[in-house]
């Protein structure tokens, strides 16, 4: 038998620490329920012989851990959702925790996944619990993960909690595809014209530029000013020492490096994070798509058993805007004040009232989760549809934009040609 530690909160709501005997987790749990119990964190101590082990033993895992590869960055997305399906399958089908563990992760590709997988079945595999050894993983396994996993274990369902876990990612995945989807085409669009506008720059209009100045036309001060952007380009002001689209390829790059500097103090990113909800077409996007990914994973771990304030902090942690973190904080807040949900919310006038008053509903029906999901689900279809508009709305003003910077050039470089033809009908 082993020693578990662990964490349980008890009939008053008031935490306990102790240790039980027993001969795995689940049975760890099931003991500490039948004290009157319910535990939030369970652990397996590890012996000095078992953390030492045998020659045999210290060499299998040198070996395993040999055949990782080198690997940067974090699991993508898709990797970990089909990671979490197909675990979720396995386990509903009733194999063992570490076998299903073992089975992925002989099937993944070398890589940071794969990784990953080798770390946690060894962990499993000297008694820690699944989410213990997810946790020591964070590229992989973020908190909201871990603690859905948690619950899992104790409640004894992780199966239907990895279920929900691939079916929050899959939906939360498919409202990133849907916006970065609408993004691409005027990216591409303005990449395109912008390369055209440059190319006028450089190779058209010097062309122009030597023409007037064989005629010796008076040129128009629009043209001037085009003629002058189009030095400043190249580099041909005297006094210059570096042309100017070597600014822009590499003054864009570092506003992207710049604003994320920024974003990474305190004060910065609240600044930045007002300044997004407040910015017109955009800002409202913003907010549809924050409160959908909140409620969803407010919703989603309220239903999985994570306790209300925990739930709470985590979805704080993972909302992804300044001032819905604080809005958050105050619920926190009013709720280990015996306060309501709602009214917070209310308060911080962060949501539509709508919202508003389903939470209300939910607080008073015992139904928050569902109530919660529900949200999520109507405003994932409002940011469809706001996607949409926006991309009806950016084909036409492109057009508008492109059409006058193109028409604009084209007047400064034939209103002098203009002037030379009348010069040379009246010669």
Same mark, same amino acid.
């Given at each position: 038998?082993?020693?578990?530690?662990?964490?349980?909160?008890?009939?008053?709501?008031?935490?306990?620490?102790?240790?039980?005997? @027993?001969?795995?987790?689940?049975?760890?749990?099931?003991?500490?329920?039948?004290?009157?119990?319910?535990?939030?964190? &369970?652990?397996?101590?590890?012996?000095?012989?078992?953390?030492?082990?045998?020659?045999?033993?210290?060499?299998?895992?040198?070996?395993?851990?040999?055949?990782?590869?080198?690997?940067?960055?974090?699991?993508?997305?898709?990797?970990?959702?089909?990671?979490?399906?197909?675990?979720?399958?396995?386990?509903?089908?009733?194999?063992?925790?570490?076998?299903?563990?073992?089975?992925?992760?002989?099937?993944?590709?070398?890589?940071?996944?794969?990784?990953?997988?080798?770390?946690?079945?060894?962990? &499993?595999?000297?008694?820690?619990?699944?989410?213990?050894?997810?946790?020591?993983?964070?590229?992989?396994?973020?908190?909201?993960?871990?603690?859905?996993?948690?619950?899992? =274990?104790?409640?004894?369902?992780?199966?239907?909690?990895?279920?929900?876990?691939?079916?929050?990612?899959?939906?939360?995945?498919?409202?990133?595809?849907?916006?970065?989807?609408?993004?691409?085409?005027?990216?591409?669009?303005?990449? &395109?014209?912008?390369?055209?506008?440059?190319?006028?720059?450089?190779?058209?209009?010097?062309?122009?530029?030597?023409?007037?100045?064989?005629?010796?036309?008076?040129?128009?001060?629009?043209?001037?000013?085009?003629?002058?952007?189009?030095?400043?380009?190249?580099?041909?002001?005297?006094?210059?020492?570096?042309?100017?689209?070597?600014?822009?390829?590499?003054?864009?790059? @570092?506003?992207?490096?710049?604003?994320?500097?920024?974003?990474?103090?305190?004060?910065?990113?609240?600044?930045?994070?007002?300044?997004?909800?407040?910015?017109?077409?955009?800002?409202?996007?913003?907010?549809?798509?924050?409160?959908?990914?909140?409620?969803?994973?407010?919703?989603?771990?309220?239903?999985?058993?994570?306790?209300?304030?925990?739930?709470?902090?985590?979805?704080?942690?993972?909302?992804?805007?300044?001032?819905?973190?604080?809005?958050?904080?105050?619920?926190?807040?009013?709720?280990?004040?015996?306060?309501?949900?709602?009214?917070?919310?209310?308060?911080?006038?962060?949501?539509?009232?709508?919202?508003?008053?389903?939470?209300?509903?939910?607080?008073?029906?015992?139904?928050?989760?569902?109530?919660?999901?529900?949200?999520?689900?109507?405003?994932?279809? =409002?940011?469809?549809?706001?996607?949409?508009?926006?991309?009806?709305?950016?084909?036409?003003?492109?057009?508008?934009?492109?059409?006058?910077?193109?028409?604009?050039?084209?007047?400064?470089?034939?209103?002098?040609? &203009?002037?030379?033809? =009348?010069?040379?009908?009246?010669?």
């Amino acid at each position: 038998m082993a020693t578990f530690t662990y964490e349980a909160l008890n009939a008053a709501g008031k935490s306990q620490k102790g240790t039980v005997e @027993a001969e795995s987790s689940e049975d760890a749990i099931q003991r500490i329920k039948s004290q009157g119990y319910f535990p939030t964190s &369970v652990r397996a101590q590890k012996g000095k012989g078992k953390a030492e082990g045998g020659a045999d033993g210290a060499a299998k895992k040198k070996k395993k851990k040999g055949g990782m590869t080198i690997s940067i960055g974090k699991v993508k997305p898709k990797h970990l959702t089909a990671f979490t399906r197909q675990l979720s399958t396995l386990q509903d089908a009733g194999l063992p925790l570490l076998r299903s563990l073992q089975i992925l992760e002989q099937q993944q590709k070398p890589g940071l996944m794969k990784n990953v997988l080798q770390g946690v079945v060894e962990e &499993v595999e000297g008694g820690s619990s699944l989410s213990e050894s997810m946790g020591k993983y964070p590229k992989a396994f973020n908190r909201l993960y871990v603690k859905m996993v948690n619950a899992g =274990e104790i409640g004894g369902v992780l199966d239907i909690i990895l279920q929900r876990l691939a079916e929050f990612m899959e939906k939360s995945e498919r409202l990133k595809r849907r916006i970065k989807g609408a993004l691409i085409y005027p990216a591409v669009v303005v990449t &395109v014209a912008l390369s055209i506008l440059a190319a006028i720059m450089i190779f058209i209009i010097p062309k122009f530029e030597e023409i007037f100045a064989d005629f010796g036309v008076e040129l128009p001060t629009i043209t001037v000013i085009m003629i002058n952007t189009s030095r400043w380009f190249v580099g041909q002001i005297p006094g210059q020492r570096y042309p100017g689209w070597l600014f822009l390829v590499v003054g864009v790059p @570092a506003a992207f490096i710049l604003l994320k500097l920024i974003r990474k103090a305190g004060p910065g990113r609240a600044v930045t994070d007002i300044m997004m909800l407040w910015t017109p077409i955009f800002g409202g996007l913003i907010k549809k798509s924050t409160i959908a990914r909140f409620t969803r994973t407010l919703g989603t771990l309220i239903s999985a058993g994570v306790p209300i304030l925990e739930a709470v902090i985590i979805t704080k942690e993972t909302c992804g805007n300044y001032v819905f973190e604080k809005a958050l904080q105050k619920v926190h807040d009013s709720i280990r004040e015996g306060e309501s949900f709602a009214q917070p919310l209310r308060e911080s006038k962060t949501c539509d009232a709508i919202v508003v008053n389903m939470v209300d509903v939910g607080e008073e029906s015992g139904d928050m989760d569902a109530m919660l999901l529900k949200i999520a689900d109507n405003y994932d279809e =409002e940011v469809d549809v706001a996607v949409q508009s926006l991309t009806k709305l950016i084909e036409p003003l492109m057009i508008v934009i492109l059409g006058g910077m193109v028409g604009t050039i084209v007047v400064a470089m034939f209103m002098p040609m &203009v002037a030379m033809l =009348e010069g040379l009908q009246g010669g």
